[in-house]
C-alpha cells in the first residue's frame, strides 16, 4: 500500500458559461497507493466529482483542464493522453461507478448484454465464454439468481440490484483503480451496508485501488485509509483517514464531523392530545395478471393494518427499506395517496371518507413537505407567486399586502432573506430549496406536517440545518410531524416515538431511543447495525 499507483498535481478545471469561466477545481493535488482506498469528501459543488473526471478523462465539452495539470497513473501521465490512449485504460486498468445506476445503465438493453459490452472493448471471447464470463462477474457481486437476471432489464432490478450490476461493469476487467461516486448515497442503510462491504471484499480479492467520493463521514470512517476534504474546489485537509476525524485540523473539516446529527427531542407534555390517529389502515393496489383472454384481478397489499397516533408537539419516526410501505402509508391517512380502509381521526374529526371537496377545509391544517424540492417546486413561478399560492387557493389573507406579509413571516422562521420572493428555484441550492418548501407548509399556519425523506437528498452539514430548522419550527408552532425517512441518525435526533415497518406492516414500534438501543426484532437489528455500524 505504500507504492503510489496514482498521482494527481495541480489540477485545475473550469467551465466555460455564458457569463465567463467559471473555476470549478483550484490545485488539487493527491496521492493513491496500491491496494488503498481513499476517501474523498465535502458538499455538494466542493469539486469531488469534476476531480474524478479529470482523471478518467471524461469532462464536459464546455471544461477547460488547467496547463499544469497532471494524472500520473502508473509512472505515466495520462492527462497528456489522446482520446484513443485513455479509451484503452477506461474500464480495463481504471473503471468508475456512478451515483444513480438507473440513469447509467441503459434502459433498453439487457443487463448481460451491457456487461457484455464492457468485456468486448477490450478483450476478444467466444460467444459462450463471453456469457460465462458475465454470469460469473454477477454471481461474484452477489447478485440473486444471476442465468435469471443476465436476461432481465434494469428498471426489473430493485436499486441495491442495479448497483451491483454496476460494480460488476467496473469490475469486468479486473482493474487496478476504482473510482466509486456517491456509490451508496442513493439507497437504504441496509443495502449501502451491503454494497459497502461487498466492494471490500472485492477490493481485497482484486488488490484494487478505491477512490470512494461521498459525503457520508460514517462511511468515510469505515472504510476508508486516508481522507481528502475538498471545499470549494480546493483540498483544505488530507491524511489518514482515523488521525482527520480524532484531531481535525481545518475548521471546515470540524465543521463538517460536527454536523453528524446529535441530540434527541425535548419530551412532549404528558397530557398532550392526539392531532392525528389512523387505526388498522389497509391499502391495496389492483393489479391485472395473466394473458389477453384470462385477465385476473388481485390485491397487491402495500399496507396491512397498521395504526398510528401523533400527538401534538410530538414527531412519529416511520422507517423501514423502501417498499416497506412507509410513504404509502403517510399519503393514505391524509388523503393524498390510494384510498385506504381503517379509521383515520383528525383533531376529533372523521376523514378517510371524505371526498377531494370535502377535503379542502383540512388542507391548510395539514401539509406535507416532499423528498426533492426541487420536484416540488414549480419551476416556472417564483417564490412569492409558490408561497401565495396556497394562501389564495385557501382565502387566507384578505389583500396582497397581508398575505405579503404571511409570506414574510414564513420566510423568516426557515431564516431565508425576502429578496429570495422574487427568485426562481433553480436558483438556490438545494438545501435552501428545502427550507422553501418547508415555507411553503408553514405559511398556512398547519397543525400536521408530514415531512417524507425531507433530508435523504442534502449533503451532511445541510441536513443538520434543516433537522435544527424542523425542531425549532416544532417548539415555535406547537407542530406535529410524521418524519418519513431511512435514515436512523436522523430519526434518532429528531423523533420521539419510531414505528419501523417492512412488507406493508409493522414489526417494532416505541420511544426511539428504546427502539435504537434495544431492538427486539431481528429486521431493526438490522437496520440499526446498519445505519451506526455502516459496514457490518
Given at each position: 500500500?505504500?507504492?503510489?499507483?496514482?498521482?494527481?498535481?495541480?489540477?485545475?478545471?473550469?467551465?466555460?458559461?455564458?457569463?465567463?469561466?467559471?473555476?470549478?477545481?483550484?490545485?488539487?493535488?493527491?496521492?493513491?497507493?496500491?491496494?488503498?482506498?481513499l476517501?474523498?469528501?465535502?458538499?455538494?459543488?466542493?469539486?469531488?466529482?469534476?476531480?474524478?473526471?479529470?482523471?478518467?478523462?471524461?469532462?464536459?465539452?464546455n471544461?477547460?483542464?488547467?496547463?499544469?495539470?497532471q494524472?500520473?497513473?502508473?509512472?505515466?501521465?495520462?492527462?497528456?493522453?489522446?482520446?484513443?490512449?485513455?479509451?484503452?485504460?477506461?474500464?480495463?486498468?481504471?473503471?468508475?461507478?456512478?451515483?444513480?445506476?438507473?440513469?447509467?445503465?441503459?434502459?433498453?438493453?439487457?443487463v448481460?448484454?451491457?456487461?457484455?459490452?464492457?468485456?468486448?472493448?477490450?478483450?476478444?471471447?467466444?460467444k459462450?465464454?463471453?456469457?460465462?464470463?458475465?454470469?460469473?462477474?454477477?454471481?461474484?457481486?452477489?447478485?440473486?439468481?444471476?442465468?435469471?437476471?443476465?436476461?432481465?432489464?434494469?428498471?426489473?432490478?430493485s436499486?441495491?440490484?442495479?448497483?451491483?450490476?454496476?460494480?460488476a461493469?467496473?469490475?469486468?476487467?479486473?482493474?487496478?483503480?476504482l473510482?466509486?461516486?456517491?456509490?451508496?448515497t442513493?439507497?437504504?442503510?441496509?443495502?449501502?451496508?451491503?454494497?459497502?462491504?461487498?466492494l471490500?471484499?472485492?477490493?481485497?480479492?482484486?488488490?484494487?485501488?478505491?477512490?470512494?467520493?461521498?459525503?457520508?463521514?460514517?462511511?468515510?470512517?469505515?472504510?476508508?485509509?486516508?481522507?481528502?476534504?475538498?471545499?470549494?474546489?480546493?483540498?483544505?485537509?488530507?491524511?489518514?483517514?482515523?488521525?482527520?476525524?480524532?484531531?481535525?485540523?481545518?475548521?471546515?473539516?470540524?465543521?463538517?464531523?460536527?454536523?453528524?446529527?446529535?441530540?434527541?427531542?425535548?419530551?412532549?407534555?404528558?397530557?398532550?392530545?392526539?392531532?392525528?390517529?389512523?387505526?388498522?389502515?389497509?391499502?391495496?393496489?389492483?393489479?391485472?395478471?395473466?394473458?389477453?383472454?384470462?385477465?385476473?384481478?388481485?390485491?397487491?397489499?402495500?399496507?396491512?393494518?397498521?395504526?398510528?397516533?401523533?400527538?401534538r408537539?410530538e414527531?412519529?419516526?416511520?422507517?423501514?427499506?423502501?417498499?416497506?410501505?412507509?410513504?404509502?402509508?403517510?399519503?393514505?391517512?391524509?388523503?393524498?395517496?390510494?384510498?385506504?380502509?381503517?379509521?383515520?381521526?383528525?383533531?376529533?374529526?372523521?376523514?378517510?371518507?371524505?371526498?377531494?371537496?370535502?377535503?379542502?377545509?383540512?388542507?391548510t391544517?395539514?401539509?406535507?413537505?416532499?423528498?426533492?424540492?426541487?420536484?416540488?417546486?414549480?419551476?416556472?413561478?417564483?417564490?412569492?407567486?409558490?408561497?401565495?399560492?396556497?394562501?389564495i387557493?385557501?382565502?387566507?389573507?384578505?389583500?396582497s399586502?397581508?398575505?405579503?406579509?404571511?409570506?414574510?413571516?414564513?420566510?423568516?422562521?426557515?431564516?431565508?432573506?425576502?429578496?429570495?420572493?422574487?427568485?426562481?428555484?433553480?436558483e438556490?441550492?438545494?438545501?435552501?430549496?428545502?427550507?422553501?418548501?418547508?415555507?411553503?407548509?408553514?405559511?398556512?399556519?398547519?397543525?400536521?406536517?408530514?415531512l417524507?425523506?425531507?433530508?435523504?437528498a442534502?449533503?451532511?452539514?445541510?441536513?443538520?440545518q434543516?433537522?435544527?430548522?424542523?425542531?425549532?419550527?416544532?417548539?415555535?408552532?406547537?407542530?406535529?410531524?410524521?418524519?418519513?425517512?431511512?435514515?436512523?441518525?436522523?430519526?434518532?435526533?429528531?423523533?420521539?416515538?419510531?414505528?419501523?415497518?417492512?412488507?406493508?406492516?409493522?414489526?417494532?414500534?416505541?420511544?426511539?431511543?428504546?427502539?435504537?438501543?434495544?431492538?427486539?426484532?431481528?429486521?431493526?437489528?438490522?437496520?440499526?447495525?446498519?445505519?451506526?455500524?455502516?459496514?457490518?
Amino acid at each position: 500500500m505504500t507504492d503510489k499507483l496514482l498521482s494527481i498535481r495541480n489540477v485545475n478545471v473550469s467551465f466555460k458559461t455564458a457569463t465567463g469561466l467559471r473555476h470549478a477545481v483550484h490545485d488539487v493535488s493527491f496521492d493513491v497507493g496500491n491496494g488503498e482506498t481513499l476517501a474523498v469528501v465535502g458538499e455538494s459543488g466542493s469539486g469531488k466529482s469534476v476531480t474524478a473526471r479529470v482523471i478518467m478523462g471524461m469532462l464536459a465539452p464546455n471544461a477547460r483542464v488547467g496547463e499544469g495539470t497532471q494524472v500520473i497513473f502508473d509512472g505515466e501521465d495520462i492527462a497528456t493522453f489522446s482520446e484513443p490512449q485513455l479509451q484503452d485504460i477506461r474500464g480495463r486498468r481504471i473503471s468508475m461507478i456512478f451515483q444513480e445506476p438507473l440513469t447509467s445503465l441503459n434502459p433498453i438493453y439487457r443487463v448481460g448484454d451491457q456487461v457484455a459490452e464492457i468485456i468486448k472493448v477490450h478483450r476478444k471471447l467466444g460467444k459462450d465464454e463471453l456469457k460465462s464470463e458475465v454470469i460469473r462477474l454477477l454471481k461474484e457481486v452477489q447478485l440473486p439468481d444471476p442465468e435469471a437476471r443476465y436476461l432481465q432489464y434494469p428498471h426489473e432490478l430493485s436499486g441495491g440490484q442495479r448497483q451491483r450490476v454496476m460494480i460488476a461493469m467496473a469490475l469486468a476487467n479486473n482493474p487496478e483503480l476504482l473510482i466509486a461516486d456517491e456509490p451508496t448515497t442513493a439507497l437504504d442503510v441496509t443495502v449501502q451496508a451491503e454494497i459497502l462491504s461487498l466492494l471490500r471484499q472485492l477490493q481485497k480479492a482484486h488488490n484494487m485501488a478505491v477512490i470512494l467520493i461521498t459525503h457520508d463521514l460514517s462511511v468515510v470512517r469505515a472504510v476508508s485509509d486516508h481522507v481528502v476534504v475538498m471545499r470549494r474546489g480546493e483540498v483544505v485537509e488530507t491524511g489518514e483517514t482515523q488521525e482527520v476525524f480524532h484531531h481535525p485540523q481545518h475548521p471546515y473539516t470540524k465543521h463538517l464531523i460536527a454536523s453528524e446529527p446529535k441530540g434527541e427531542p425535548k419530551p412532549i407534555q404528558k397530557d398532550a392530545p392526539p392531532v392525528l390517529t389512523a387505526e388498522n389502515t389497509r391499502v391495496a393496489f389492483k393489479l391485472k395478471t395473466g394473458g389477453f383472454f384470462s385477465r385476473k384481478s388481485v390485491d397487491l397489499v402495500a399496507v396491512n393494518d397498521v395504526s398510528a397516533t401523533i400527538r401534538r408537539g410530538e414527531t412519529l419516526g416511520v422507517v423501514g427499506e423502501s417498499g416497506s410501505g412507509k410513504t404509502t402509508f403517510g399519503m393514505s391517512i391524509i388523503g393524498l395517496g390510494q384510498k385506504q380502509n381503517g379509521p383515520v381521526t383528525f383533531q376529533g374529526d372523521r376523514i378517510e371518507r371524505l371526498s377531494r371537496k370535502e377535503l379542502q377545509p383540512y388542507r391548510t391544517r395539514i401539509q406535507v413537505v416532499f423528498q426533492d424540492p426541487f420536484s416540488s417546486l414549480n419551476p416556472r413561478m417564483i417564490i412569492r407567486q409558490i408561497l401565495e399560492e396556497g394562501l389564495i387557493v385557501n382565502g387566507i389573507g384578505a389583500s396582497s399586502r397581508e398575505r405579503l406579509d404571511l409570506i414574510k413571516q414564513a420566510l423568516d422562521d426557515v431564516q431565508m432573506p425576502h429578496d429570495a420572493l422574487d427568485r426562481f428555484p433553480h436558483e438556490f441550492s438545494g438545501g435552501q430549496r428545502q427550507r422553501l418548501a418547508i415555507a411553503r407548509a408553514i405559511v398556512l399556519k398547519p397543525e400536521f406536517i408530514l415531512l417524507d425523506e425531507p433530508t435523504s437528498a442534502l449533503d451532511l452539514s445541510i441536513q443538520a440545518q434543516i433537522i435544527e430548522l424542523l425542531r425549532e419550527l416544532r417548539d415555535k408552532h406547537d407542530l406535529s410531524y410524521m418524519f418519513i425517512s431511512h435514515d436512523l441518525k436522523v430519526v434518532r435526533a429528531l423523533c420521539h416515538r419510531v414505528i419501523v415497518m417492512k412488507s406493508g406492516s409493522v414489526v417494532e414500534e416505541g420511544n426511539t431511543a428504546e427502539v435504537l438501543e434495544k431492538p427486539k426484532t431481528d429486521y431493526t437489528r438490522r437496520l440499526v447495525r446498519a445505519a451506526f455500524d455502516v459496514v457490518a
